[in-house]
């Protein structure tokens, strides 16, 4: 059944929710709000438009980062309540770099969880930028590049000790204190993380259509 816009189920400010999803892996980008002529932007441009309940203006994204939103299909719940806007994304959702606003974990299999690798990042940031006496990563951030690097050389010879010894308990922990250097590494180097996974989705996600990897 085709539905006009105007037919769609706005709230009392003439709102509708609108769910971005990529339309590739499927993951979810962000939630925003679109009304009448956001919308109709949106399938003119071939664009995401939204409208900001903040601002109280339309606002293009991707207009000033270049991080613009391809459509491919928008679709609508059963009440005609609810868009599901399925997009091709040119560079990340989220304003803080991250593919998607939805980063921050809360509950998965009966746990209440973070995101311990942002958590983890920030912590080594403030013991660059404000070194504790004692604190062994400010200590790697006083020793430099040479002790970092010797230990990432160190861990990853660990890690390979213990996949060939067939020991997943050590394996785990040998990883998760490579993953720790590496981050401090990177914060050394200014390389941070949204950098790693930009090369990942690159290199992979937006080729896996194209080639057999």
Known sequence: ??????QLSYNENGLIPAIVQHAETGKVLTLAY???ESLLKTIQTNETWFFSRKRQKLWNKGETSGNKQLIKKITFDCDADALLVQVTPIGPAC?????????NGLYE????????ISTLTAK????????????YTS???REGIDKILKKVGEETSEVIIGAKNDDKEEVKWEIADLT??????????DVSVEDIKMVLQERHIQKEGNQNE
């Open 1 to 6: 059944m085709e539905v006009n816009i105007k």
């Open 34 to 36: 679109m009304n009448e």
């Open 95 to 103: 304003h803080t770099g991250e593919d998607t606003c939805f980063h």
């Open 109 to 116: 299999n009966g746990v209440v969880s973070s995101d311990v």
């Open 124 to 135: 080594i940031k403030e013991r660059k930028n404000n070194p504790v006496e004692g604190a």
């Open 139 to 141: 200590y790697l951030f």
């Open 180 to 189: 720790y250097h590496t981050l401090v590494l990177m914060e050394l180097l």
